[in-house]
T-cell receptor, first 109, second 118 residues
Framework: EDKVVQSPLSLVVHEGDTVTLNCSYE??????LLWYKQEKKAPTFLFML??SGIEKKSGRLSSILDKKELSSILNITATQTGDSAIYLC?????????WGLGTSLAVNP | GAVVSQHPSWVICKSGTSVKIECRSL??????MFWYRQFPKQSLMLMAT?????????EQGVEKDKFLINHASLTLSTLTVTSAHPEDSSFYICSASPTFLAGGETQYFGPGTRLLVL
């Protein structure tokens, strides 16, 4: 059965800290790994990764895929209170996205 | 770009009534649309995938007669919860992609609809 596992489930840090969120997957016909940020409403897109070892960056956020280890990490540097959210990882095959349970991040001032 | 809207944002209805939720892609043509539901503190659960002009593909365990999906145009899909019951109360989210067979492609999400059935 296809599955995506995220860790940790929950994380509390202070502003300015750097965090690393983990995602591992077992998906048949894997095509891509996507990261989303969910605050109170629906998820907003962060990254889509298809190639192993190539880092994608957007401001203080970056992500990389390791197809050998079937995993991905999402890094957030110099965290701010506005980064508090649930971060969702999803692995896509040719038909749908398989979602992890998310990592709940709380950044305290 | 890639904006998806949903209507309504919130709906409260009596048990036994039907509720229609609309999902629109505002600035792109959505070849594929996905409908999800999400319970509190749980991840997104895919209900069905629809391609414009064809029947929706439902996930295992999702009743197609209860959750009617229509993807009549490249910018609009609707989900109708028929004869809603309290256990149907949930957060329903649609997403859209300009790509056919968009499983591994970026999906753009609507803001979601909270349904409460009394």
């Amino acid at each position: 059965e296809d599955k995506v596992v995220q860790s940790p489930l929950s994380l509390v840090v202070h502003e300015g800290d750097t965090v690393t969120l983990n995602c591992s997957y077992e998906v048949t016909n894997f095509r891509s790994l996507l990261w989303y940020k969910q605050e109170k409403k629906a998820p907003t897109f962060l990254f889509m990764l298809t190639s192993s070892g190539i880092e994608k960056k957007s401001g203080r956020l970056s992500s990389i895929l390791d197809k050998k280890e079937l995993s991905s990490i999402l890094n957030i540097t110099a965290t701010q209170t506005g980064d508090s959210a649930i971060y969702l990882c999803a692995a896509g095959n040719n038909r749908k996205l398989i979602w992890g349970l998310g990592t709940s991040l709380a950044v305290n001032p | 770009g890639a904006v998806v809207s949903q209507h309504p944002s919130w709906v409260i209805c009596k048990s036994g009534t039907s509720v229609k939720i609309e999902c629109r892609s505002l600035d792109f043509q959505a070849t594929t649309m996905f409908w999800y539901r999400q319970f509190p503190k749980q991840s997104l659960m895919l209900m069905a995938t629809s391609n414009e002009g064809s029947k929706a593909t439902y996930e295992q365990g999702v009743e197609k007669d209860k959750f009617l999906i229509n993807h009549a145009s490249l910018t609009l899909s609707t989900l109708t919860v028929t004869s809603a019951h309290p256990e149907d109360s949930s957060f329903y989210i649609c997403s859209a992609s300009p790509t056919f067979l968009a499983g591994g492609e970026t999906q753009y999400f609507g803001p979601g609809t909270r349904l409460l059935v009394l």
